[in-house]
Nanobody
Framework: VQVEESGGGLVAPGGSLRLSCEFSDSFFTIANMHWERQAPGKARVLVAT???????AYNASLKGRFTISRDNAKKSAYLQMNSLTPEETGLYYC?????????WGKGTLVIVSS
């Protein structure tokens, strides 16, 4: 199973980015999907989760600025990020898991800087 993130890049503080995550396997349709962030020198943290039935959950620190979504037909998950701050710079990883299986991508880099 391959997991590939895309959409990262350099954005100014207050800007927006939309990350995408593509799964290579139909396992995606039953997987709970996650986005995690690893900032430089810090531990990886959970940013958002969306269950297989489409129920989202977010890290409380986001205060409604991010939206996670999924498209089962495209085997893809997305993370819309608004009002980004420099503290949200880092590698963003997408993963999916369920039924004892867990798959993660290699990450996409987001840099929030002026």
């Amino acid at each position: 199973v391959q997991v590939e993130e895309s959409g990262g890049g350099l954005v100014a503080p207050g800007g927006s980015l939309r990350l995408s995550c593509e799964f290579s396997d139909s396992f995606f349709t039953i997987a709970n999907m996650h986005w995690e962030r690893q900032a430089p020198g810090k531990a990886r943290v959970l940013v958002a989760t969306i269950s297989s039935d489409g129920t989202p959950a977010y890290n409380a620190s986001l205060k409604g600025r991010f939206t996670i979504s999924r498209d089962n037909a495209k085997k893809s998950a997305y993370l819309q990020m608004n009002s980004l701050t420099p503290e949200e710079t880092g590698l963003y990883y997408c993963g999916g898991g369920g039924e004892g299986r867990d798959y993660w991508g290699k990450g996409t880099l987001v840099i929030v800087s002026s």
